[in-house]
């Protein structure tokens, strides 16, 4: 199924075959396609990119697609990244988190500081993060498959 063309966000580089590769829901998913392109917020004069996720319900491209600009995927993977990092040794606090500091992390960025952190205004915090925490176990495989694949691209262009 080829990603359109005709609407406000213009595919430049696409990978159309995105549901045979989604992960757990591989074969199976409403995310057909994955897009990097002229953002559909571009005013006049001014020209943005961004990535997409392409989706269809099975009749009509789906309105719940979603386009970011491209700082903000990469700012999703750092914190896939960092998280990912932390829940290594997480076992070792009470409910896999600091009650005392629940921070995990700053990362610099921009002269200032992206703040990861445990969410702890949540009220079911200690039951959420136990299930986050196997659903991170349950992805492992493939979460570090594409981990170690960024890894191996972003050393490649000098990173």
Known sequence: MNI????????????????????????????????????QWNDRGKVDISAKVWRHT??????????????????LAILIS???LYFRDAYK???FYDKENPQI??????????T???CDDNERIDEDIALF???MTDSDELLSERLRTLSRILKEAGY
Request: proline fraction near 4%.
């Open 116 to 118: 990861v952190a445990v």
């Open 105 to 114: 992390d700053r990362i610099g960025l921009q002269g200032d500081a992206m």
């Open 82 to 84: 960092r998280s990912t």
């Open 4 to 39: 359109p063309t005709n609407l406000k966000h213009k595919p430049v580089i696409v990978a159309e075959n995105y549901d045979d590769v989604d992960g757990k829901y591989a074969y199976n998913s409403d995310a057909k396609g994955l897009s990097l392109g002229l953002a």
């Open 93 to 95: 606090h009470d409910n």
């Open 133 to 135: 925490q196997q659903a």
């Open 58 to 75: 099975g009749g009509k491209w789906s309105r719940q697609s979603e386009e970011l600009p491209l700082h903000r995927v990469l700012d």
